[in-house]
Each structure stands twice: as C-alpha cells, then as structure tokens.
T-cell receptor, first 113, second 113 residues
Framework: AQSVTQPDIHITVSEGASLELRCNYSYGATPYLFWYVQSPGQGLQLLLKYFSGDTLVQGIKGFEAEFKRSQSSFNLRKPSVHWSDAAEYFC???????????FGAGTRLFVKA | DVKVTQSSRYLVKRTGEKVFLECVQDMDHENMFWYRQDPGLGLRLIYFSYDVKMKEKGDIPEGYSVSREKKERFSLILESASTNQTSMYLCASNPGTVNSPLHFGNGTRLTVT
C-alpha cells in the first residue's frame, strides 16, 4: 500500500542553523512527490515538487529537496532557517489511483532565537 | 494565482445539526477535494469530485456527503454532526493533470458541541 512517513513529529532549530526534514515513501511506481508548508491558521502551500529528472529540486523560500530512489526518501532542506519558517511541513506522494494524494502526518518546525 | 475560498474560518455547531461547508475556486479546475486534518494524522481525504455532479469517496467518507452542482463550487455536508467530527476541514482543487499539485483554501475549523 502507498504511504508516506515523516519520522519527526516536531523539530526545534535555532535561527540561522540548517534544517533537514525527513520523508520516506512507499509507492509501487515512479512517485510524484511534494512538500507543502502550513503556517498557523492557513491552508497548505506548495513548496516544491519532483516528477522526474534532476533529483535535487529547488522550491520557494530557499528550500530544496533531494529524491533518493534507493532509500525511498525525499528529504527537505534549507541551509539557514529564518524565524518565519516556523510552520508545519507535509510530505506527500501522488496522485495515486488517478486522483488521490497521500500525505504524511506532518513535522512541526519550531525556530528559536 | 489560484484562489480557493472557504466560506467560514470558524464554525460552532451542536450535535445533530446539519452542517454545510462551502468551497469555491476561481481557476476553472476540474478536480476538487475535501480533506480533514487532525493532529498526528495529517490530511485524510473525505471526498473528491472530478467533474460537475461527479464524486468519489475518499478514505473517510462515513458521516459526510458532498455536492458539486457547479464547476467552481464544492460543498461538504455533515448530515448529523457529531463531536468526533470536530476538526479542521481543508478544501483543495487542481486542474486534473496527473502531476498537478493541490491548491488549498485556508480551512474551516469546525467545533461540534
């Protein structure tokens, strides 16, 4: 069955430090992979997506993610975190069955001064 | 820019009431979705629609129904609200191409007392 696992429920990072959020997926075919961010009180916003080609993809707000097929991973990274990056981050795979996108449980990022 | 608008940010309803959550998108998207978001569970798909008057059950359709009479509008209906339906509800849309990401509204936080 298709699934997405985000092992970290929450992470705390100091402002200016680097960030890596982990995502592992289980999917039978070539996956379409996404990272979304949800700021407090808001809906989800697309950060970046991977479909094919270069395994390192760049997104908005200085984020990037690397697709590693051998590890079934799609980890999100940012070299220097800003206080405004505090939010919840969701990894997703899909669509499966033509329409469905499967989301991980999310990782909440806290940024300390 | 795509805009998905959910009519209410907060709703408080009583057990047994019939509840309507409304969602409108302005980009002529084919697909529309209703998700439920609960802490630690990520997003779970309730229903989706790929065309006017067409709908498909998602992963957790019990206790919900939907209506799509016009392409831009997708309504979620709780026939008889229960306390376990207290949650954040997110509407989303996409154009319907196989790799298109989801565009989300800001969510409706529903409390059933």
């Amino acid at each position: 069955a298709q699934s997405v696992t985000q092992p970290d429920i929450h992470i705390t990072v100091s402002e200016g430090a680097s960030l890596e959020l982990r995502c592992n997926y289980s999917y039978g075919a070539t996956p379409y992979l996404f990272w979304y961010v949800q700021s407090p009180g808001q809906g989800l916003q697309l950060l970046l997506k991977y479909f094919s080609g270069d395994t390192l993809v760049q997104g908005i707000k200085g984020f990037e993610a690397e697709f590693k097929r051998s590890q079934s991973s799609f980890n999100l990274r940012k070299p220097s975190v800003h206080w405004s990056d505090a939010a919840e981050y969701f990894c997703a795979v899909g669509p499966t069955g033509g329409f469905k996108t499967i989301f991980g449980a999310g990782t909440r990022l806290f940024v300390k001064a | 820019d795509v805009k998905v608008t959910q009519s209410s940010r907060y709703l408080v309803k009583r057990t047994g009431e019939k509840v309507f959550l409304e969602c409108v998108q302005d980009m002529d998207h084919e697909n529309m979705f209703w998700y439920r978001q609960d802490p630690g569970l990520g997003l779970r798909l309730i229903y989706f629609s790929y065309d006017v008057k067409m709908k498909e059950k998602g992963d957790i359709p019990e206790g919900y129904s939907v209506s799509r009479e016009k392409k831009e509008r997708f309504s979620l209906i709780l026939e008889s609200a229960s306390t376990n339906q207290t949650s954040m509800y997110l509407c989303a849309s996409n154009p319907g191409t196989v790799n298109s990401p989801l565009h989300f509204g800001n969510g409706t936080r529903l409390t059933v007392t």
